[in-house]
């Protein structure tokens, strides 16, 4: 069973990160910053449609604070969605801005409303912490999921990553007689091998989404990861591995059910190399990320020590005992991606 150790500590965004997302298009001066959110003069806590404590709380400005900040905020939208076209935000409205006050950022959650057809659509304003921001760009060049995204000073904007919470999925839906078992067990194998090889931790049934799209003939899943604060921070493999959380067990479960040794195998295989492709297909920004995550501050020099020693056990690869940083043991868990492939393949 895989347990976080202590609350993460946050580690500010680099002069060298900056200048990667500033050369990347990912820097951009932001009409609202996550401190003017701050100024709120009261808040209620949010509740769902059976009645639930959501955990978010909605907050209230005075009347020229709140005009101030739906112009800003509609503007970021824009920039989020439309490279800054004002013309999309005509028919838009700030329907709610809600606090999560429980979370490790305390991020706001932003409700964009079409006046027009009252469609509705999310984002989040939380602090650029440099793990989450590598977390980000990591998922963004590596999975198979593209992210959008943009920091200014402390300032984080992340669009909302549609799915079903885990958690959700897992309560209601895997017993539903039409799931298609063995496409979500083979999805949640390649799922396992995206975040251990990028080194992204803490990925329990609450912290992913399960995207489910219905094709002519089958329906197909992709679990996405969606919160991306613990971005090789932790120092143990299984913080890495989501097959180690308790609360992802009723899936990996299934697998076992389902899945030969070979068949598992043959997943594993098929993921790493289609992440291969990715960082060859992104070489040179994959190696400016990585070169700019070798020289930054990104945990503990108890983790770095502990976690480096076992990837060198785990890979049988005694160079892990030569990193310094976070950034080197990404680096290095990278190169085993090949090794391994190479090696299987």
Same mark, same amino acid.
């Given at each position: 069973?895989?347990?976080?150790?202590?609350?993460?500590?946050?580690?500010?965004?680099?002069?060298?990160?900056?200048?990667?997302?500033?050369?990347?298009?990912?820097?951009?001066?932001?009409?609202?910053? /996550?401190?003017?959110?701050?100024?709120?003069?009261?808040?209620?806590?949010?509740?769902?449609?059976?009645?639930?404590?959501?955990?978010?709380?909605?907050?209230?400005?005075?009347?020229?604070?709140?005009?101030?900040?739906?112009?800003?905020?509609?503007?970021?939208?824009?920039?989020?969605?439309?490279?800054?076209?004002?013309?999309?935000?005509?028919?838009?409205?700030?329907?709610?801005?809600?606090?999560?006050?429980?979370?490790?950022?305390?991020?706001?959650?932003?409700?964009?409303?079409?006046?027009?057809?009252?469609?509705?659509?999310?984002?989040?304003?939380?602090?650029?912490?440099?793990?989450?921001?590598?977390?980000?760009?990591?998922?963004?060049?590596?999975?198979?999921?593209?992210?959008?995204?943009?920091?200014?000073?402390?300032?984080?904007?992340?669009?909302?990553?549609?799915?079903?919470?885990?958690?959700?999925?897992?309560?209601?839906?895997?017993?539903?007689?039409?799931?298609?078992?063995?496409?979500?067990?083979?999805?949640?194998?390649?799922?396992?091998?995206?975040?251990?090889?990028?080194?992204?931790?803490?990925?329990?049934?609450?912290?992913?989404?399960?995207?489910?799209?219905?094709?002519?003939?089958?329906?197909?899943?992709?679990?996405?990861?969606?919160?991306?604060?613990?971005?090789?921070?932790?120092?143990?493999?299984?913080? /890495?591995?989501?097959?180690?959380?308790?609360?992802?067990?009723?899936?990996?479960?299934?697998?076992?059910?389902?899945?030969?040794?070979?068949?598992?195998?043959?997943?594993?295989?098929?993921?790493?190399?289609?992440?291969?492709?990715?960082?060859?297909?992104?070489?040179?920004?994959?190696?400016?990320?990585?070169?700019?995550?070798?020289?930054?501050?990104?945990?503990?020099?108890?983790?770095?020590?502990?976690?480096?020693?076992?990837?060198?056990?785990?890979?049988?690869?005694?160079?892990?005992?030569?990193?310094?940083?976070?950034?080197?043991?990404?680096?290095?868990?990278?190169?085993?991606?090949?090794?391994?492939?190479?090696?299987?393949?």
């Amino acid at each position: 069973m895989a347990l976080i150790s202590k609350k993460k500590i946050p580690y500010p965004v680099s002069h060298n990160l900056r200048s990667y997302l500033r050369k990347f298009g990912r820097q951009s001066r932001l009409p609202i910053l /996550y401190e003017d959110l701050i100024r709120y003069n009261s808040a209620i806590p949010l509740y769902d449609h059976s009645g639930k404590d959501t955990l978010w709380e909605t907050v209230f400005y005075s009347q020229s604070e709140a005009e101030h900040l739906n112009q800003g905020l509609k503007k970021i939208y824009s920039m989020l969605t439309a490279d800054g076209d004002v013309s999309v935000i005509q028919h838009l409205y700030i329907d709610r801005i809600d606090i999560c006050p429980f979370g490790n950022s305390k991020p706001f959650r932003i409700r964009v409303v079409n006046n027009m057809n009252d469609n509705f659509d999310y984002y989040y304003i939380k602090t650029a912490d440099a793990s989450r921001v590598y977390g980000l760009e990591l998922e963004h060049l590596i999975s198979p999921n593209k992210i959008k995204y943009l920091v200014d000073h402390n300032t984080l904007i992340e669009e909302h990553i549609a799915g079903l919470p885990g958690d959700q999925f897992i309560k209601y839906y895997l017993s539903d007689p039409n799931l298609n078992t063995i496409r979500i067990a083979k999805e949640f194998v390649k799922f396992n091998e995206r975040c251990f090889y990028r080194l992204l931790g803490d990925m329990h049934s609450s912290n992913f989404v399960v995207d489910i799209t219905p094709d002519f003939e089958e329906v197909h899943y992709r679990i996405r990861a969606i919160d991306f604060d613990q971005q090789s921070y932790e120092g143990r493999r299984s913080i /890495y591995m989501p097959q180690y959380f308790k609360e992802n067990n009723a899936i990996i479960e299934l697998g076992m059910k389902l899945m030969t040794p070979e068949s598992m195998a043959q997943y594993q295989l098929e993921e790493r190399s289609l992440m291969i492709h990715r960082i060859k297909s992104s070489r040179f920004k994959v190696k400016e990320l990585i070169d700019s995550m070798v020289q930054d501050e990104l945990s503990t020099a108890g983790h770095i020590q502990s976690l480096k020693q076992e990837l060198a056990k785990y890979h049988e690869e005694p160079t892990f005992n030569n990193c310094q940083t976070m950034g080197e043991i990404v680096k290095l868990n990278l190169k085993m991606l090949v090794r391994k492939t190479i090696h299987e393949g």
